[in-house]
T-cell receptor, first 113, second 112 residues
Framework: GENVEQHPSTLSVQEGDSAVIKCTYSDSASNYFPWYKQELGKRPQLIIDIRSNVGEKKDQRIAVTLNKTAKHFSLHITETQPEDSAVYFC????????????FGKGTKLSVKP | EPEVTQTPSHQVTQMGQEVILRCVPISNHLYFYWYRQILGQKVEFLVSFYNNEISEKSEIFDDQFSVERPDGSNFTLKIRSTKLEDSAMYFCAQGGLAGELFFGEGSRLTVL
């Protein structure tokens, strides 16, 4: 089955800097890659996703890139703000929302003012 | 983002007791999911439910677990005989119009 590895497990940046979180997946059939932000004690919230037919997607300060050949995808946050501090999870699925999501172990991002 | 409502928000139970967690999904959606998250760990898929039947389940979803849609609207996850290791946040989820997945607020289960 699918296996998703996520790095780093913790990331600390200064406000205004960029943050990059990387994930690799094992199943070449996976075609849907969402990213979730989870604040302490709250539910995971979808922040951006990408499908295997595109290589990059951007939404304001957040972007995701996908390299199907290497089977890795990354989350890029620019101009980080303290409210970006949270745990970020990547996930992969081979059937979009009609299948299960396999999550990475999460990255705790701390943005220092 | 769809609003998926879950009850209870927190339940404390004794080991061996039965627990039922409830989810009020968005109408007209056919796919429902249950995930769990042990404190400090990643989110794990439990089961997907389509058209009133289980469509896929993980290794975690053993005979102690069951899902139902008893009244055609609410969606329940039942744990027959809880164990200490069942302590976790349980999230109900539904799909959006573009195929994305949205989670409910979660039910925290504490097994003593």
């Amino acid at each position: 089955g699918e296996n998703v590895e996520q790095h780093p497990s913790t990331l600390s940046v200064q406000e205004g800097d960029s943050a990059v979180i990387k994930c690799t997946y094992s199943d070449s059939a996976s075609n849907y890659f969402p990213w979730y932000k989870q604040e302490l004690g709250k539910r995971p919230q979808l922040i951006i996703d990408i499908r295997s037919n595109v290589g990059e997607k951007k939404d304001q300060r957040i972007a995701v890139t996908l390299n199907k050949t290497a089977k890795h995808f990354s989350l890029h946050i620019t101009e980080t703000q303290p409210e970006d501090s949270a745990v970020y999870f990547c996930a992969a699925s081979d059937r979009g929302s009609q299948g299960n999501l396999i999550f990475g172990k999460g990255t705790k991002l701390s943005v220092k003012p | 983002e769809p609003e998926v409502t879950q009850t209870p928000s927190h339940q404390v139970t004794q080991m061996g007791q039965e627990v039922i967690l409830r989810c009020v999904p968005i109408s007209n959606h056919l796919y429902f999911y249950w995930y769990r998250q042990i404190l400090g760990q990643k989110v794990e898929f439990l089961v997907s439910f389509y058209n009133n039947e289980i469509s896929e389940k993980s290794e975690i979803f053993d005979d102690q677990f069951s899902v139902e849609r008893p009244d055609g609207s609410n969606f329940t996850l039942k744990i027959r005989s809880t164990k200490l290791e069942d302590s976790a946040m349980y999230f109900c989820a539904q799909g959006g119009l573009a195929g994305e997945l949205f989670f409910g607020e979660g039910s925290r289960l504490t097994v003593l």
